[in-house]
């Protein structure tokens, strides 16, 4: 049955995780442009060390920053690809992860489909993770170009 007790608590789990994303999302945007928060402070710090980069001469300092804040992203990108890669193995042994979870005391028991559907939602949103550290990585690597052509001006 669709909605039986248990189904219900999985699309309300759903649902309560897309509602907290989406909604977080939406207030920490609005908040950021109201108040000082970790991400608005950041942005103008970033803003007047881009000024002051235009002004230097020995930028070595400024490429070794980048080049870490790059590492760092680049460690995330790959670590999302490794979560993907796990959870689609997930997918493929789902019917052995359910029997394995259907042990466990304190677990309700799932089925092969629901658990599929999990980890697909999981799935979804590494990939999206991997997409955005990806593109957080092009704009680091916008950054070395502007900030290597700003010195010819």
Same mark, same amino acid.
């Given at each position: 049955?669709?909605?039986? @007790? ?13 509602? +907290? ?33 235009? /002004? ?6 400024? /490429? +070794?920053?980048?080049? +870490?804040?790059? /590492?760092? @992203?680049?460690? $995330? ?53 991997? $997409? ?9 690597? $916008? ?11």
């Amino acid at each position: 049955m669709l909605l039986s @007790v248990g189904n219900f608590q999985d699309w309300l789990g759903l649902f309560v995780l897309l509602g +907290s994303w989406i909604g977080y999302t939406c207030y920490s945007h609005c908040r950021s442009r109201s108040s000082s928060c970790l991400s608005s402070v950041l942005a103008q710090y970033r803003e007047e060390w881009m000024i002051r980069v235009i /002004a230097r001469e020995n930028r070595t300092s400024d /490429a +070794s920053l980048i080049s +870490s804040l790059r /590492a760092s @992203v680049s460690f $995330f990108a790959s670590t999302s690809l490794l979560v993907v890669a796990g959870l689609i193995t997930g997918i493929a042994a789902s019917e052995q992860a359910v029997s394995v979870i259907s042990t466990i005391p304190f677990v309700r028991t799932t089925t092969q489909e629901l658990w599929e559907l999990k980890m697909l939602v999981m799935i979804i949103i590494f990939i999206y993770s991997f $997409f955005e550290f990806t593109w957080s990585l092009r704009l680091y690597n $916008f950054a070395c170009v502007l900030m290597g052509n700003s010195h010819s001006r």
